[in-house]
Nanobody, 121 residues
Framework: QVQLVESGGGLVQTGGSLRLTCAAS????????MGWYRQAAGKERELVAA???????SYSDFVKGRFIISRDNAKKMVYLQMNSLKVEDTAVYYC???????????????WGQGTQVTVSS
């Protein structure tokens, strides 16, 4: 049974940084693609970034150049370094595990409970 536990959210001012961490268990972590999603109040959940089992990364346009996704297979952890944060980055951020086949998009199959990120002006 997959278990994903996020941490690292909080309150930060515009322009600041946060690092989200996701600890995974119950899966063969090294063989899984991982992703970060976010959901702002009243909006649909959206993909922020994904990383394949081999370390290939993909970012949504609204975070390109500001966020960095990475993983540590030995620790079964995935990270999201968020820099130059904006008010519009305020959301609940969710860690996910899934699949990402060559030529296709990342597909989540497991979810964490989420961590709140609030960016104040």
């Amino acid at each position: 049974q997959v278990q994903l536990v996020e941490s690292g959210g909080g309150l930060v001012q515009t322009g600041g940084s946060l690092r989200l961490t996701c600890a995974a268990s119950g899966i063969i972590f090294s063989s899984k693609a991982m992703g970060w999603y976010r959901q702002a109040a009243g909006k649909e959940r959206e993909l922020v970034a994904a990383i394949s089992s081999s370390g290939i990364t993909s970012y949504s346009d609204f975070v390109k150049g500001r966020f960095i996704i990475s993983r540590d297979n030995a620790k079964k952890m995935v990270y999201l370094q968020m820099n130059s944060l904006k008010v519009e980055d305020t959301a609940v951020y969710y860690c996910s595990s899934g699949s990402w086949a060559y030529g296709s998009s990342y597909r989540p199959t497991g979810w964490g409970q989420g961590t709140q990120v609030t960016v104040s002006s």
